[in-house]
């Protein structure tokens, strides 16, 4: 159930003017008011022309493709809504030992990984079960158990409304970071499909992660078969309500809320003296002396353990505690609101400064 969510119930198609009530129906949070106007791009053409046309129309724009990575505002989006529904994956590339497939942005990301596996071409394997569609991965360098989609993707495709132009842009251009990009609130490219360079094999890449790595019962470092590493990752993002699931409430979230914060050298010996009675907390080592912090041990050893609700009908998940989740009920205010009393509660105990991971429409924390 991690597919783009179907737009024939409610949304009209290319420039129908009657915009559905709500956004809700196509966010994984069912949060979001109404659109001004909502489009449907079917291809890649289509695409491209319903943003030149909300431009014409000097209407703000929206992309919207699973709705898995964004908290829109209760009064909606003041704009042209673009639902990205295009579809399609071709080879269009094969090596000694790799292969290359452009995936139009609509395509469904599991349904994709799910291919690949299937196919015997290593390189998404760990990030299944991941929502939303393909074109939105690079905007945030989608991963997870120790991958992500830049190690893979050789090129982007985009139409540039600045330059009005559709052009290539290689991965360097895309400027790649830790759940970051050159795309990341920034909204001049839209993205019409991705290039991956996978491998050809039965194996996995190397397990990275430890908690993978113990679930498979292999060392860190070893290759597994492809459909064993989906598995195991489909079966701990289960376990954390991190895949889709309509009739489990904890998966009405946008995944993890905040990022891991990446501290300087500085901020982190301050922390560690912060910290010093409350246990040891996971960390990650970077270049330069940078250490990434887990945002879930510092939001429960702030006072937020999982299932600590808010008014208003929303709550952390109760099977993790980086993911806030619609109980049914809820809005946007009462969500934001959550989330800035966990930001602030962290920062007074800990010192440091949670950022959300999604994208915030019309609305800010
Ligand atoms: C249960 C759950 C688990 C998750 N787990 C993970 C995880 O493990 N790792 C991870 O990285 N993320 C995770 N996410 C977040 C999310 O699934 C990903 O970020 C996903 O790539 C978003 O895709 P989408 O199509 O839903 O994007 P949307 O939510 O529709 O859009 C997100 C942003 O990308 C922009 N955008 C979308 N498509 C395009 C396009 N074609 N061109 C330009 N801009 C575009 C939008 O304007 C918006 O700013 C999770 C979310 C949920 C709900």
Not at 275 to 297: H, I, L, T
């Amino acid at each position: 159930m991690n597919s783009v969510p179907d737009v024939s119930a409610d949304a009209p198609t290319a420039a129908d003017p009657t915009a559905p009530r709500s956004l809700g129906s196509f966010t994984t949070l069912q949060l979001g008011g109404p659109p001004q106007r909502l489009v449907v791009a079917a291809d890649v053409d289509g695409l491209v022309e319903r943003v030149r046309e909300a431009a014409l129309l000097q209407s703000p724009t929206l992309i919207l493709a699973g709705g898995s990575n964004v908290v829109i505002d209760d009064a909606g989006f003041p704009g042209t809504v673009v639902l990205v529904r295009s579809r399609g994956v071709r080879v269009v590339a094969e090596g000694a030992g790799t292969v290359t497939v452009r995936v139009e942005a609509g395509e469904p990301w599991d349904e994709l990984v799910a291919a690949t596996v299937e196919a015997g071409w290593p390189g998404l394997e760990c990030l299944s079960g991941i929502p939303g569609s393909t074109g939105a991965t690079p905007i945030q360098n989608v991963g997870a158990y120790g991958q992500e989609v830049a190690e893979t993707i050789t090129s982007v495709r985009v139409y540039d409304r600045v330059a009005d132009e559709v052009r290539t842009m290689p991965a360097e251009e895309c400027r790649f970071g830790y759940r970051g990009s050159v795309f990341k609130h920034n909204d001049r490219w839209v993205v019409l499909s991705v290039d991956f360079r996978l491998a050809r094999s039965p194996l996995s890449t190397p397990i990275r992660y430890a908690e993978l790595a113990r679930t498979l019962g292999v060392e860190v470092g070893d290759r597994v078969p492809l459909a064993a590493a989906r598995a195991a990752v489909l079966a701990l993002r289960a376990g954390k309500g991190m895949v889709l699931n309509p009739a489990d409430p904890d998966t009405r979230s946008v995944g993890s809320f905040f990022t891991n914060p990446v501290l300087d050298p500085a901020a982190y010996a301050l922390f560690r003296e912060r910290a010093r009675d409350a246990g040891e907390p996971p960390c990650w080592p970077g270049p330069d002396g940078v250490v990434k912090v887990s945002a879930a041990w510092l939001i429960d050893r702030a006072g937020f353990p999982k299932g600590y609700s808010g008014p208003g009908g929303v709550a952390i998940s109760t099977k993790h505690t980086l993911a806030l989740t619609n109980r049914g009920g809820g809005s946007t205010r009462a969500l934001l609101a959550l989330a800035a009393e966990i930001r602030d509660g962290v920062r007074e105990r800990f010192g440091v400064t949670l950022h959300p991971e999604p994208v915030l429409v019309n609305c800010a924390l």
